[in-house]
């Protein structure tokens, strides 16, 4: 008798308000639990564990947390018993869209005046990275944002900043000044020297075709470093 055929017994021996499916058809998808969304996307269980309680051993090894969720590869799902390639492929995609809805929430152009509103700004685009990249905000006159571009993606530890690429994507989109942004996936909120003197390059390259450089934030999935407003720039 097959594991999923067991799973399935299980699940349509517990009341119908109980099961996943059901219950969010009868009392809607926000009534679910985390576990109980996940179950959903697995299917079926094993042998010993149905498909909640797979999902609930999933969520106990990231802290019950979904952005930690966000950040394992297929691979890592994988190691989870009851989850193959194709249950891990579902739940990374899923977790992908949800990221790419909450990128494309707002249709309307995003005034970046301060260094806060960058960091919320960029959040959809760095949340759940494991490794450093290095994006560009191109902004017009009023400080709107026109395009937010990625221009590299590193290692755990760095990433290259390309100047020629940063002001070819800024001369081909007509903006009037950029603001520069990497992240640090260790979560340190400390400018490097390497920061210090890629950022001091670019600025000069910027002020030389009268593109300025804004600001540089350093990004962290719990805060950030304005360049400009530690008087770095």
Known sequence: MS????SAR???SWAEEDRPREKLLLKGRTILSDAELIAILIGSGTREQSAVD??????????NNLNQLAKLGVKELMKVKGIGEARAITIVAALELGRRRSESLSPFRHKLSESQKV?????????????EEFWVILLNRANEA?????ISIGG???TVADTRMIFKLALENLASSIILVHNHPSGQLTASN????VTEQIAHAGKIIDIPVLDHVIFTEKGYL???DEGLL
């Open 3 to 6: 594991d999923d055929y067991n």
């Open 156 to 158: 755990v530890a760095g």
């Open 54 to 63: 797979v999902a609930k051993v999933l969520m106990h090894g990231v802290g």
């Open 194 to 197: 390497a920061d210090l003197k």
């Open 10 to 12: 299980r699940i349509l």
């Open 146 to 150: 026109i395009q937010t571009c990625q």
């Open 119 to 131: 960091y919320e700004h960029i959040r959809p685009f760095l949340l759940d990275k494991v490794v």
């Open 226 to 228: 304005s360049f400009r």
